[in-house]
Structures are given as structure tokens and as C-alpha cells.
């Protein structure tokens, strides 16, 4: 930490390389950070309502430093506002604020309102510049960084959108003391994503300082920061996802599906939660295919359980379609490949892999293996014990 109690990550990005700035107090001095950068330039800043009640006055005061005036445009909170519908208002309020290609687009919020706003600033104008001011835990540690931006479709998670990177991401680690603690926990699910990939000791170290990440102190801006420079680095390496980069999705395949066949419901899961199953489901995919021990997916699971996140379909309120509908889902993923399933699999903790031509019969024995709907109605099946050998996707 520097005197201003901010860290700096860059992502490397050729002529296209931007800060992260994590710390406290970033709010107070955004519009200095943001005309540093793109001097004399006018902003929309896009939000939710519950950011826009907590914190939009706080932003405002910070951007008049560097006399920035934005035009606000506010949306309502929750998944089901990354829809056409909702992008459409974010363009007419940009194009109604009369804001050219070079000034800024500011995504204020969370997840939701970064991918939504990136999308927005990707298409109006063919591609306005965009800054990420992100205000959940997740969108601090994983949606504001790499470019991705979008929206859902009734087919699919994050079917719609584009590459379009940030110019600068400020986290100010403040705002996240107003966050719910169910919001809270979502974004940690991503946290220890980073772990899992391949950063086996900053799992271990989540395992023993996670408590002190929820309440607060030094160790949650230090976790920021390392599950940041980790996005930084795979993004600088494959920023349109071409190989590495997939890897980022540990646990979103299966998590994709359930958000989708949830309807995008937030009262029944949210995207970090959804993940959390995923993560734990893919361990223990990963062991049923004999890739990995399935001691490793208990301490996935055991972790997940301890924080107070879901980790098994069980654990999601309602009935979950079938398995067979939830393998359709799947098949809808970005990563499928001239039909074949493409799943992040693991050899253990911190061992993920990219596991192509995954066979959809193995994923759909598993998917009914685990699906509480299923288990009930098939009693006395035989199921498949951990370890038992099964074909191995490359
Ligand atoms: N682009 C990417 O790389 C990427 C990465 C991960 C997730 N995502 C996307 O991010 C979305 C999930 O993001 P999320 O978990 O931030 O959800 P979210 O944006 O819905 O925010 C969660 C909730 O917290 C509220 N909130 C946010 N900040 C707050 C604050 N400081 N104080 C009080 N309330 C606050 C929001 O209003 C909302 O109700 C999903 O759509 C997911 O697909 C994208
Ligand atoms: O940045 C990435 O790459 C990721 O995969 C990060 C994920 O956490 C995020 O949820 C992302 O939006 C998923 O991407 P998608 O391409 O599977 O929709
Ligand atoms: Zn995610």
C-alpha cells in the first residue's frame, strides 16, 4: 500500500495497458484518477438504485475533482437487468446526454452494471471509452477486470456481447462495508476461484484467513489485489479467450446452466453462488472421472460449506429442471466447439485444466447423480462411487 492507501495492478495490454487501482477512499478522488488519464472528457455514469442510494453522492463529489459533471442514468438491481430491454435504456440515456466516441462511459455497481454498461460503451458510437468504478465484492475481484461485457439471453447466460476493456478500474475497497453479506459471499466464490486454478497456497491461505477477508481488515484489500493480478496476468496473455483464458471459467459451466435454469431468479441464486456449486460440482466431477482425489473435492466443498456458500444443487431453493434440460443449457456454453463440451476440469487444488470433447452421456450420469429431483425419484440406482474408473476427456 502507497500513502494514499491504494494498490496499483496493470494489465498489460500494449497501447491498451490499464490500471486497477484497490484501496480506500478512491471514490473521493476519481474524477483527478479519471481526467489524468482522459483529460477533458464528459461521463454517463450507469448504476443500480441500491449503488446509486449508498454511494451516488459520495461518486459525484469525487468526480467534480477532476470537474466532471455526468449525466446518471439509474437501473433497477438484479440479474434480470443485463436483457435488451435494460441495454437499450443505458444507449438512449448515453446518446441522450449527447456524449461523443472519446468521452466516458462510468459502470458504477456490481457485475450486473459492469457488464451491462461495458456492453453499452463496446456498441454506441462503435466503442466509447469506459471506466469501471466496481462496488461488489465480485466485480472488485473478477467482472471489472478483462473486458468482458454482455448480457443474458432465455438460452444462455452471457450469450450477447463483446471485448471492450476498461481504460482504468477503481476499487475502493469502502463501499463494499454497504454490501449485503449473501452479495458478499457471492464474490468470494470467485476469490477462491483464483485459488483453485492454480494458486494452490492462496487457497490455503483463503482456508485460514478467510474470516478476516469478511470482516474487513488488511487481508480482504490484499485478497482483492492478488485475485487481480491473477485475472491480470491470464488476460494479458489470451485476452479473447482463445486458449488460457478459459480457465476463468472453473465452475461457470455448471453454474451457467443453473443460473439460466433458474431464470436469472437473484432471490433463488446469484452468479457467485452459482459458481460455488459449479466449483464444488466440477471438483467432484473432475474425481468421478478419476482425474482427481475426491479429498479434494471435500476440501472444495468443505471450504464452500464453511463460508456459508451453496455447493450442491440441493442447496438451491425450488425445483431444478432435469438433468437432460439442464445438459441443454450446457450445450449452449460460449466453449462448445463444432458441438463437443468443453468443461474446466481439475487434477486438484489449484490443478484446473481446460478438458475438451468432455462426453455430454458422462456429464448428463453425473448431472442425475447429483440432481436432488432425481436421486428422489430413482431410489435404490445404483450410483457410481467415487474413484471408479471412467473414460478420460483429453
Ligand atoms: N465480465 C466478467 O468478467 C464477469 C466476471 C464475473 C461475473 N460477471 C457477471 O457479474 C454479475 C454478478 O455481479 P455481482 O455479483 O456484483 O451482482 P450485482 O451487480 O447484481 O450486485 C449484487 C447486488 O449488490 C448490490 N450492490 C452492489 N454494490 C453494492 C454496495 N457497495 N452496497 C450495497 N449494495 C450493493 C447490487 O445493487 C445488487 O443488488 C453476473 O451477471 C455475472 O455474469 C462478469
Ligand atoms: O473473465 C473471464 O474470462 C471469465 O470467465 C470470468 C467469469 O467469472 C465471468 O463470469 C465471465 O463473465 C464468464 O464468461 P463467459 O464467457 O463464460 O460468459
Ligand atoms: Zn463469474
Excluded at 486454478?197 to 469478511?214: G, K, Q, S
Excluded at 453425473?366 to 450410483?383: I, T, V
Amino acid at each position: 500500500m502507497s500513502a494514499d492507501q491504494s494498490v496499483t495492478v496493470e494489465v498489460g495490454l500494449g497501447d491498451r495497458t490499464y490500471d486497477i487501482l484497490i484501496g480506500s477512499g478512491l471514490l473521493s478522488r476519481a474524477g483527478a484518477e479519471i481526467s489524468r488519464r482522459l483529460p477533458g472528457t464528459r461521463a454517463a455514469v450507469i448504476t443500480d438504485a441500491n449503488v446509486a442510494a449508498a454511494h451516488l453522492d459520495a461518486l459525484k463529489a469525487g468526480l467534480e475533482t477532476g470537474g466532471i459533471q455526468p449525466a446518471v442514468i439509474t437501473l433497477p438491481p438484479g440479474e434480470k437487468t443485463k436483457s435488451f430491454a435494460h441495454l437499450e435504456e443505458a444507449v438512449d440515456g448515453v446518446l441522450a446526454a449527447r456524449l461523443e466516441r472519446g468521452d466516458i462511459v462510468i459502470a458504477f455497481g456490481g457485475g450486473v452494471i459492469g457488464d451491462l454498461a461495458g456492453f453499452a460503451a463496446g456498441i454506441v458510437r462503435r466503442g466509447m471509452n469506459f471506466v469501471q468504478i466496481p462496488t461488489s465484492l465480485l466485480a472488485q475481484v473478477d467482472s471489472s477486470v478483462g473486458g468482458k461485457t454482455g448480457i443474458n439471453s432465455a438460452r444462455g447466460k452471457n450469450l450477447v456481447g463483446v471485448f471492450h476493456q476498461p481504460k482504468l478500474v477503481l476499487a475502493d475497497t469502502e463501499v463494499l462495508d454497504t454490501l449485503p453479506i449473501r452479495e458478499f459471499r457471492a464474490g468470494y466464490a470467485e476469490l477462491a476461484k483464483y485459488g483453485l486454478i492454480d494458486r494452490p497456497t492462496f487457497f490455503t491461505w483463503l482456508e485460514e484467513n478467510w474470516v478476516r477477508v469478511f470482516a474487513g481488515g488488511p487481508e480482504r484489500a490484499q485478497a482483492i489485489a492478488e485475485a487481480c493480478r491473477a485475472k491480470a496476468d491470464v488476460v494479458a496473455r489470451d485476452e479473447f479467450e482463445t486458449g488460457d483464458r478459459a480457465l476463468l471459467n472453473l465452475g461457470h459451466t455448471f453454474g451457467h446452466a443453473l443460473e439460466a435454469a433458474t431464470q436469472y431468479d437473484g432471490t433463488r441464486l446469484v452468479h457467485g453462488e452459482g459458481v460455488a456449486v459449479g466449483m464444488a460440482l466440477a471438483h467432484r466431477f473432475s474425481s468421478r472421472l478419476n482425474l482427481a482425489s475426491p479429498d479434494d473435492a471435500s476440501r472444495v466443498e468443505a471450504h464452500l460449506r464453511a463460508v456459508g456458500l451453496p455447493w450442491r444443487m440441493a442447496d438451491i431453493p425450488g425445483d431444478l429442471p432435469d438433468a437432460e434440460a439442464l445438459l441443454s443449457f450446457i450445450a449452449q456454453d460460449k466453449k462448445v466447439s463444432r458441438g463437443a463440451l468443453t468443461f474446466i476440469l481439475t487434477r486438484g487444488i489449484g490443478q484446473a485444466f481446460i478438458a475438451k470433447d468432455v462426453p455430454a452421456s458422462e456429464v448428463l450420469s453425473f448431472l442425475k447423480e447429483n440432481h436432488p429431483g432425481e436421486q428422489e425419484s430413482r431410489p435404490g440406482q445404483q450410483k457410481m462411487r467415487p474413484g471408479q474408473q471412467k473414460s478420460r476427456p483429453r
